[in-house]
T-cell receptor
Framework: DTGVSQDPRHKITKRGQNVTFRCDPI?????LYWYRQTLGQGPEFLTY????????KSRLLSDRFSAERPKGSFSTLEIQRTEQGDSAMYLC?????????????FGSGTQLSVL | AQSVTQLDSHVSVSEGTPVLLRCNYS??????LFWYVQHPNKGLQLLLK??????LVKGINGFEAEFKKSETSFHLTKPSAHMSDAAEYFC????????????FGAGTRLAVHP
């Protein structure tokens, strides 16, 4: 399968611990997005990268959150000192911009539960 | 600011009957609108997209949506529901700005009964 891959699928952690998620986009895709989806809601935009540059961050992304995309390939999302409110599905999407229509491809997400 | 409102959190239909999932949008300019579907344990999948071309947009799996500017609506329809259509559906508007910052509605859960 050459779709967007996210790891792990599920993560259970205790409040105060740090967690890191990984996203592998579709090969050659230059844009990568992170979204967060809480129970009963639609996904909310967190941040996006154009190659290795992080070009926008949502207000939802507090100082405890950091995202990287070294070398413009895979991306990591780290949450420090997790809180119960961080419990959500974290979705990654990638796209290839060629001057025309941009189509996002989403991964299956990482489900985070903070106890 | 752009936003979408999905008017029904749950819709239940019988297999073989029509599907209607309702969505109203708010946008200060001509919007790009989408419908995405989310099956359990699978990634979000694009059903269809409106970008100011034809107002009736045909998507995958027999779904279509009609953009009505006068009603600020973008309802999703399908003539005949299939059991495999049971999923969560999201109406989405794209923020203007050269990249795909999407604003999702809260979702409509579609149940299909035999």
């Amino acid at each position: 399968d050459t779709g967007v891959s996210q790891d792990p699928r599920h993560k259970i952690t205790k409040r105060g611990q740090n967690v890191t998620f990984r996203c592998d986009p579709i090969s050659e895709h230059n844009r990568l997005y992170w979204y967060r989806q809480t129970l009963g809601q639609g996904p909310e935009f967190l941040t996006y990268f154009q190659n290795e540059a992080q070009l926008e961050k949502s207000r939802l992304l507090s100082d405890r959150f950091s995202a990287e995309r070294p070398k413009g390939s895979f991306s990591t999302l780290e949450i420090q000192r997790t809180e119960q409110g961080d419990s959500a599905m974290y979705l990654c999407a990638s796209s290839l911009t060629t001057g025309g229509d941009e189509k996002l491809f989403f991964g299956s997400g990482t489900q985070l539960s903070v106890l | 600011a752009q936003s979408v409102t999905q008017l029904d959190s749950h819709v239940s239909v019988s297999e073989g009957t029509p599907v209607l999932l309702r969505c109203n949008y708010s946008s200060s300019y001509s919007p790009s609108l989408f419908w995405y579907v989310q099956h359990p344990n699978k990634g979000l999948q694009l059903l269809l997209k409106y970008t100011s071309a034809a107002t009736l947009v045909k998507g995958i799996n027999g779904f279509e949506a009609e953009f009505k500017k006068s009603e600020t609506s973008f309802h999703l329809t399908k003539p005949s529901a299939h059991m495999s259509d049971a999923a969560e559906y999201f109406c989405v508007v794209s923020v203007k700005g050269g990249y795909n910052k999407l604003i999702f509605g809260a979702g409509t859960r579609l149940a299909v009964h035999p």
